[in-house]
């Protein structure tokens, strides 16, 4: 099945589908992975997340509920989703997730109730955490798949654009854009950029487990980076959380809609 399909048909359907059998409202629905990221493999599965709301009786239960859907994942589609109260509690943590979901250039639905906290989401962000997020993300992955002598060419990109994520966060004080061109034609030096191209050209042509030579001058990069960013964090003032009063109004009028 083409991709066009997937997109147009196939996910609308099953986001109806899931309303239908949840008795929920799908307030917005994103891709969050490499098609939103602009780096998809040929053989990339979609990664379609959304926040939903139940109905407001559901969230007077004094019994325990489940606040995730987790509705698909096979070879094609990766789909699941977070109950409208869980997003907002992680947003007033500043949970990097909900950033991304907010500003994914592919959007498969949105709402009115999503555009209202759509306008509120980026007074949530803090700096610091931000970072840590996106250092600690390039970190762990650095370690675990890139020291061999061949290595998951895609993991270099899950790498570079954590730490890109950092230096924007850096020069802009805001959440970074999804795009990973965005982020590159930003904050990547010039002379990496043609190491960059290249690259994406090969994982573009490849599949999801192509393994290629380490490439010792990108991961020569991708250590004076960590060590750069990881020297600057700890300058970085202390975070302090916004207040709840907007998220709680938006909660209520939400589910009371």
């Known amino acids: 099945m083409d991709d066009y399909t997937i997109q147009n048909v196939i996910i609308p359907e099953k986001l109806r589908e899931i309303e239908q059998k949840e008795n929920v409202r799908i307030l917005h629905c994103v891709e969050s992975g490499s098609r939103a990221w602009g780096f998809p493999s040929p053989d990339s599965d979609f990664d379609v997340r959304f926040i939903y709301v139940r109905p407001k009786e559901y969230y007077l239960r004094l019994d325990k509920t489940r606040d995730v859907i987790e509705w698909q994942l096979d070879e094609t589609l990766d789909i699941n989703g977070w109950d409208l109260k869980k997003a907002l509690v992680l947003l007033y943590s500043s949970n990097p997730t909900l950033f991304e979901w907010n500003h994914s250039p592919v959007v498969y639905k949105t709402t009115d109730e999503w555009q209202k906290i759509s306008a509120v989401i980026n007074r949530y962000f803090q700096e610091k955490s931000g970072l840590y997020h996106y250092f600690r993300t390039a970190q762990k ?11 998951r060419l895609k993991k270099y990109f899950y790498v570079l ?22 982020l590159v034609s930003a904050c990547l030096e010039p002379p990496m950029q043609s190491v960059i191209n290249e690259l994406l050209e090969r994982k573009m042509h490849s599949d999801e487990f192509y393994k290629g030579k380490r490439i010792d001058v990108l991961n020569a990069y ?32 939400t589910v009371l809609f």
């Open 222 to 253: 991708l250590e004076s980076s960590m060590a750069e960013i990881e020297k600057k964090l700890s300058a970085i003032p202390a975070d302090h959380p916004h207040d709840w009063e907007t998220l709680n109004r938006i909660f209520l009028e």
């Open 141 to 151: 992955t650095y370690a675990e798949h890139l020291q061999g002598e061949t290595v």
């Open 161 to 182: 654009r954590p730490l890109l994520a950092c230096r924007w966060i850096l020069c802009n004080h805001c959440p970074p854009p999804m795009r990973f061109a965005e």
